[in-house]
């Protein structure tokens, strides 16, 4: 099991460009979360999913940032268009319903410049 | 809202000695409630959970205490070692059964160094 994968590890982009990160979780795994750490506000949960669908999106910020979950294997994140305060490390994980905790990606550091 | 709270960001102690790393919580519906770790440029990793029937639980060097009636649990490492220097986590659950469907409320995290 390759864990929850996620790309870019590390993204660099100009003030007002779209910024688009990309989840893999776990196969088998039914709930997909996105979070973001800051030093201000520790990890935050932006949106989670289940079974695809988008069950709570009250985290995310600003209609700047969207989510997607296309299918059981794949997840989205997008800031469009993104600001320097969107620097963070971003986070997915997923979890199977009733089984323990989540398992989280090594995540992606964004800076926006 | 804070739904759990750490409020050391910091912690410092000898190697071999007793870390003890504390968690509050304000929310009664909270039933399951885990530890995770995390170093630098990684994702956050399952450390050890304590379902809310349990006041203890221990796994190797780390036990879990909870205190339902406080709100309170605590992670204690003994002895502690220089790789346990990490970003610690705490997070707590409501049932599965209830329409939040598993999310994880985290705490801020405490740095925690175990120095020679």
């Known amino acids: 099991d390759a864990g929850v994968i996620q790309s870019p590890r590390h993204e660099v982009t100009e003030m007002g460009q779209e910024v688009t990160l990309r989840c893999k979780p776990i196969?088998?795994?039914?709930?997909l979360f996105w979070y973001r750490q800051t030093m201000m506000r520790g990890l935050e949960l932006l949106i989670y999913?289940?079974?695809?669908?988008?069950?709570?999106d009250s985290g995310m910020p600003e209609d700047r940032f969207s989510a997607k979950m296309p299918n059981a294997s794949f997840s989205t994140l997008k800031i469009q268009p993104s600001e320097p305060r969107d620097s963070a490390v971003y986070f997915c994980?997923?979890?199977?319903?009733?089984?323990?905790?989540?398992?989280f990606g090594s995540g992606t550091r964004l800076t926006v410049v | 809202d804070q739904q759990v709270k750490q409020n050391s960001p910091s912690l410092s102690v000898q190697e071999g000695r007793i870390s003890i790393l504390n968690c509050d919580y304000t929310?009664?519906?909270?039933?399951?409630f885990l530890w995770y770790k995390k170093y630098p440029a990684e994702g956050p990793t399952f450390l050890i959970s304590?379902?809310?029937?349990?006041d203890k639980n221990e796994d190797g060097r780390f036990t879990v205490f909870l205190n339902k009636s406080a709100k309170h649990l605590s992670l204690h490492i003994v002895p502690s070692q220089p790789g346990d220097s990490a970003v610690y986590f705490c997070?707590?659950?409501?049932?599965?059964?209830?329409?939040?469907?598993?999310?994880?409320?985290f705490g801020r995290g405490t740095q925690l160094t175990v120095w020679p």
């Open positions: 994980a997923s979890r199977k319903t009733g089984v323990g905790g989540y398992t």
């Open positions: 196969s088998g795994h039914n709930s």
């Open positions: 999913f289940n079974n695809n669908v988008p069950i709570d």
């Open positions: 929310n009664s519906m909270f039933d399951y």
């Open positions: 304590i379902s809310s029937i349990k």
């Open positions: 997070a707590a659950r409501k049932s599965d059964r209830g329409s939040t469907l598993g999310r994880l409320y």
